[in-house]
């Protein structure tokens, strides 16, 4: 399945926005948007979320940490580009956020790994978030199936085999899930 990421490329560096923006491959990202400092990705980021976030630190008025620290929190996935001389500082203070961060200067075929390594991350979280979905879309439905059973339970007499039963004969008697059942029993006793 192929997806379109859209990307903020944050840098004051234009020769640098150009080689990063190449660098995308095309069939996986938007044409990116860019920001020239911090003030201005946060302005960017107001009314969208980015899926990748490439910051070439520091920019005249912030070197970002804290920026984006604030941005992974929101399932975007960020590399952090950083002199060599502070590098080690700063991987430990967002290593700890689940943010990649490199040295400078690096080599087109780091930085080629880098994106790619991003890809990866960014399938897996979807991957999770979707198992996450599910797995809570199931246990919404057996709070519902298990609040109309008391319902019948209490109000009908049933004992709670009978219940469940009476449940799953609707549902297959009208070809309907047991959460729809149910809401239609919580919905009648309300």
């Excluded at 491959?25 to 009314?47: L, V």
């Amino acid at each position: 399945m192929e997806h379109s990421y859209s990307a903020l490329i944050v840098s004051s560096n234009e020769q640098f926005n150009h080689a990063i923006a190449s660098l995308l491959p095309k069939g996986s990202f938007e044409k990116p948007s860019f920001a020239n400092s911090i003030n201005s990705a946060k302005r960017e980021t107001t009314d969208k979320d980015y899926d990748f976030i490439i910051i070439n630190a520091p920019l005249g008025d912030d070197l970002g940490m804290r920026f984006a620290i604030d941005k992974g929190t929101k399932d975007a996935i960020i590399l952090f580009l950083v002199q060599n001389e502070i590098y080690g500082e700063v991987f430990d203070k967002l290593s700890e956020h689940g943010i990649f961060s490199l040295p400078k200067p690096m080599s087109k075929q780091a930085m080629i790994t880098a994106v790619r390594w991003m890809l990866t991350a960014k399938t897996h979280l979807e991957s999770n978030h979707k198992k996450s979905v599910k797995i809570e879309d199931k246990m919404e439905e057996i709070r519902l199936v298990n609040k109309a059973k008391w319902l019948l339970i209490s109000k009908e007499g049933l004992l709670e085999p009978e219940a469940h039963k009476q449940i799953e004969k609707e549902a297959m008697n009208q070809c309907k899930t047991k959460k729809e059942i149910a809401i239609q029993i919580i919905e009648k006793y309300s």
